[in-house]
């Protein structure tokens, strides 16, 4: 019988894999036998401190063993996890407590709360192990995690226990890993990618190998040739990063890999077309999600060698549509709101109906991220409602300027905004920003040559302005809105 919670498919993969190695951290393994029964030892602790079906858990996101415990824990009691970036200022701790009202809060900062406070440490271990009877309900809320839009405000994102392993199983059914895996883990465990691969690959048995970022590019090697690792995750920035540091010495390593999970940003084009050159057996996975919907579109290089400049087709088991202002679905070409509908859709924000509304329609989650799809189906992004630009009366969508000014050979990134213009007939004119490869020099009249018979004369920016990089959230979105003071 299927699982019905990570934590219940985590307790099957320990019965039947109790000598395998779950989680590898700083050089030491350890076994889904130990990881049980630290799971045990978590749930005693929150048991004696009152913990409860449907409580809050504030709780420290760190990149451990320990966070793997105290997250599957708060499952088990069928209480609710509410993971906090490690980095998070003491002001914003106390607004995210002061929103949930948790009963109990698990972190090195100590906030003027009534609520109970316990430091993330070895104390959460003391106590003998708990075993308790049946697991939650699919249809629990299991997790709420505070996201950070473009605009920077923070929305608290329900996540029902269903929700959360429907999103494993679709990414397990695209990525083709299973638990005969070793995948390595570089992200951070509180934010969603990072934390949907930890659940993943514990819920079916497999190894995850706990990385502390993209700096040691060592460390992955050794996990390649210490461990066997046959998978990794990792963003954009962070390829850039290995490439940086190891030039084309992670070849020979990463060709060792069954498959890489990219998310969270857009990936350049050439650096698309360069792991296709370079790692052809390897399955070199990315996906388009967000918290509310997990991982929705996938796509998988090697194999839509033509279609890179699109975010793949619809995940297993998810609907994807292009719906206009009216709820309709768009023609072949037409750009619309890209919608989500399945098992890994939200049922909304943490005390915030009116926000609940406005995205979830009909049955539809609203992304407010604008598309189109082609004659194959393949989804390609335009950029956000938010951005859209009006320029003498027709829309223009920022991405798909982005996307072709972005093949200059002199430009590293850009973004655009529209600004408005007394003197100009439409009253707004496009403007670009653009990050430069190191020595080149600002030339609009270049661009402006260079993007003549890609795109229409309107959408052509005339306004150019260098900057050293784009601002974006921490997931990897770029924020226009921060480039229009």
């Not at 003998?128 to 605009?151: C, H, V, Y």
């Not at 084009?269 to 388009?288: A, F, G, Q, W």
């Amino acid at each position: 019988m299927a699982s019905l919670s990570i934590v219940e498919g985590f307790f099957k993969s320990a019965d039947k894999y109790p000598q395998k190695t779950a989680i590898i951290w700083n050089g030491n393994e350890i076994s889904y036998s130990d990881a049980a029964e630290n799971v045990q030892r978590v749930t005693s602790f929150l048991q004696s401190k009152g913990v409860k079906k449907g409580d809050r858990i504030v709780f420290y996101g760190e990149k451990s063993p320990l966070f793997a415990y105290c997250y599957l824990a708060i499952h088990y009691l069928n209480a609710i996890a509410v993971p906090v970036d490690v980095k998070l200022p003491k002001g914003r701790l106390e607004s995210i407590i002061e929103k949930v009202t948790p009963s109990v809060v698990i972190h090195p900062a100590q906030v003027q709360m009534s609520t109970q406070q316990y430091a993330f440490d070895d104390q959460l271990l003391a106590n003998s192990p708990q075993t308790l009877n049946g697991f939650p309900n699919s249809d629990d809320i299991a997790d709420i995690l505070f996201t950070t839009g473009t605009t920077g405000s923070g929305k608290g994102v329900q996540l029902t226990h269903r929700n959360i392993i429907s999103g494993a199983e679709n990414s397990n059914a695209f990525i083709g890993n299973n638990a005969a895996d070793t995948e390595i883990i570089p992200l951070p465990l509180h934010h969603a990618f990072g934390l949907r691969r930890l659940r993943t690959n514990l819920m079916i048995g497999g190894t995850v190998v706990l990385i502390d970022g993209f700096l040691f590019p060592k460390l992955f090697f050794d996990a390649i040739d210490t461990y066997g690792a046959t998978g990794l995750c990792m963003v954009p920035a962070g390829f850039s990063i290995i490439k940086k540091l190891m030039k084309d010495r992670y070849i020979s390593f990463f060709n060792r890999l069954k498959y890489i999970e990219f998310g969270s940003s857009a990936m350049s084009i050439s650096d698309k077309k360069e792991l296709t050159n370079v790692l052809p057996n390897t399955r070199i996975c990315m996906h388009y999600g967000l918290t509310e919907v997990a991982a929705n579109i996938f796509i998988e290089f090697n194999e839509s060698k033509t279609k890179l400049e699109s975010i793949g087709k619809p995940s297993p088991n998810v609907d994807v549509k292009i719906l206009d202002n009216e709820g309709k679905e768009c023609a072949t070409g037409d750009i619309g709101e890209i919608s989500v509908k399945g098992d890994i859709q939200t049922p909304g924000y943490w005390k915030d109906d009116e926000l609940t509304k406005k995205a979830i329609i009909d049955g539809w989650f609203k992304t407010g991220d604008l598309g189109f799809k082609d004659a194959d189906g393949f989804v390609f992004l335009s950029g956000r409602n938010d951005d859209v630009m009006n320029i003498g009366g027709k829309k223009v969508f920022p991405g798909e300027i982005e996307v072709s000014l972005g093949k200059h050979p002199h430009i590293k990134d850009c973004a655009c905004i529209s600004i408005k213009e007394e003197n100009v007939l439409t009253g707004q004119k496009i403007k670009a920003f653009v990050v430069l490869e190191k020595g080149k020099e600002l030339d609009p009249k270049e661009f402006i040559q260079f993007l003549t018979g890609k795109i229409e004369p309107y959408k052509i920016p005339r306004l150019y302005e260098e900057i050293e990089k784009i601002p974006m959230t921490n997931s990897g979105k770029k924020q226009r809105d921060k480039l229009k003071g």
